[in-house]
């Protein structure tokens, strides 16, 4: 048995990492797809941990990257999330039709305005104030999207259209106005699938933003 079996390793987070240039070279980038997104194959060397070479190749898939919110009223105890056809998940046997927060490619704005704009698209509702809680990578393996994270708080008064996203983009989008405990059991019974819902809507638990 190893020496180090049924032992936790604690890793000291201030201690100063390497730069990415000291591990991987690059040998060549292929783009095997530039239609909806860019798909590209890249072959390259990474240096192990025992200081050897290995000879690697990967496919990234690059959409850019794109940011989140969790609509929530402390006065109501609900959130609103957004429900739309999802092709991807309707090939991999679900119906398809996926509860999310609402969120929306960055598209060169900075997040705050990109969900602020998407949140209106989207939801209708016109907010003021957002709070960013946190980024991360939801597809690592493949997908090359960092998402950021946001929360808000909205009321009535903040409506100012029915919402639903743009019609030319392909977008029927359905607005959910859900109790919190409502969208937890959701998750439970697996009416919500989508992991970045499923995230906020535990930070907002969490945090007891709805009381």
């Known amino acids: 048995m190893p ?3 049924g032992m936790t390793v604690f890793l000291d987070c201030h201690m100063p990492s390497e730069s990415p240039n000291d591990r991987i070279r690059i040998q060549k980038v ?3 797809s530039d239609d909806w997104y860019v798909l590209k194959k890249t072959t390259f060397d990474i240096r192990r941990r025992n200081g050897t070479w290995q000879t690697m190749s990967r496919e990234t898939y690059d959409r850019g990257n794109g940011a989140t919110i969790l609509l929530y009223s402390p006065a109501k105890g609900t959130v609103v999330l ?3 056809f999802r092709f991807p998940c309707f090939v991999n046997g679900h119906d398809g039709m996926l509860i999310e927060t609402c969120a929306g490619l960055l598209d060169e704005r900075d997040p705050e305005s990109a969900i602020r704009s998407e ?3 989207e939801t209708g509702y016109r ?3 957002v709070r960013k809680v946190w980024e991360a990578f939801m597809s690592p393996g493949s997908v090359t999207e960092r998402v950021h994270f946001y929360v808000g708080e909205y009321s009535d008064a903040q409506k100012v259209s029915d ?3 743009h019609a030319h983009e392909g977008e029927d989008i359905e607005v959910l106005e859900i109790k ?3 969208a937890l059991r959701m998750i439970e019974t697996g009416a919500i699938m989508d992991g970045k819902t499923i995230m906020l809507l ?3 638990a969490l945090k007891r933003l709805c009381g």
Do not use: D, M
């Open 127 to 129: 907010i003021s104030n």
């Open 119 to 121: 949140t209106e698209e």
């Open 3 to 5: 020496a180090f079996a």
């Open 163 to 165: 919402g639903g996203g």
């Open 30 to 32: 292929e783009t095997l």
């Open 202 to 204: 535990h930070y907002a």
């Open 82 to 84: 957004t429900r739309q």
């Open 180 to 182: 919190l405990p409502e």
